[in-house]
């Protein structure tokens, strides 16, 4: 009963935040805190019966330990609480740690094959569409709408360093590119760094919010992104040769 009750608690305090079973890892931390949960739980049933053997002196004296002061509210991951807890503040912190960096894990790995700012570009926008169709509350479509923005004038900076770059590279022979130098591949690189980690956060708010079926639907973006018929079509219908008129007269 312990363990379900702690279960409905993780599974509630972790909503919005990540997946407890991201990872092998975090499935492991999970069935942890649940074990020890119950644990608790039994070692409480068992020496429920012998409480009225413990001292008066020594119950007043743990009891008034709790009206200590304290210098914040939320410093609960002092020494102390982890041992008076018997791990469990410490298991539960460590969990915490992990399921943020199961969802950075997965926003890198997803977003490996993009590799320039144009499909960057598609895939954040395509990505803004997605989660504000998923998400309508007021709330939700600020922080998207943010995101994005940041994303954006990210994406655009990267754009514009690699149009000056390119253009330096030519220097007036549209023939001829020289080579880039350590200088402008380091400033390229950092501008697309940039533009990636801002569309990385979009990502992740759709896995923390999101569920596991709809990974399917954002790979669909990612190669839409990644396809060439996102940036352009071709500017003339293809031609039709002499004959396929007299091909086509009797259909």
């Known amino acids: 009963m312990s363990a379900a009750v702690a279960w409905i608690g993780l599974a509630r305090e972790f909503a919005g935040k990540g997946r407890l079973l991201g990872s092998w890892a975090s499935s492991g931390l999970t069935l942890l805190v649940l074990a020890l949960m119950g644990v608790v739980a039994a070692g409480a049933v068992i020496l429920l019966p012998h409480a009225a053997k413990i001292p008066p002196v020594l119950a007043g004296a743990a009891t008034g330990a709790t009206a200590l002061p304290r210098r914040k509210q939320d410093e609960t991951a002092q020494p102390y609480v982890k041992f008076m807890t018997l791990g469990i503040a410490l298991a539960r912190e460590r969990l915490a740690q992990r399921v943020h960096l199961d969802t950075c894990t997965w926003s890198d790995r997803f977003l490996h094959g993009i590799e320039t700012s144009a499909q960057l570009r598609v895939f954040a926008h395509d990505l803004k569409l997605y989660l ?14 943010t995101m994005y923005a940041e994303a954006e004038k990210a994406i655009d900076t ?9 253009e330096a590279r030519r220097a007036g022979d549209v023939a001829w590119q020289r080579d880039p130098t350590d200088g402008e591949l380091f400033e390229q690189r950092r501008a697309f760094g940039t533009a990636r980690a801002q569309c ?20 669909t973006l990612r190669a839409k992104a990644m396809s060439n018929d996102a940036f352009h079509s071709p500017g003339l219908p293809p031609q039709r040769r002499w004959y396929d008129r007299w091909l086509t007269r009797g259909r």
Do not use: C, M
């Not at 919010?209 to 639907?217: F, K």
């Open 132 to 145: 504000l169709d998923r998400h309508p509350l007021a709330a939700e479509t600020k922080t998207v709408n």
């Open 158 to 166: 990267a754009l514009d360093v690699q149009t000056r770059i390119d």
């Open 200 to 219: 990385g956060h979009l990502l992740q708010f759709a896995y923390t919010h999101g569920r596991r079926s709809e990974n399917e639907e954002l790979r």
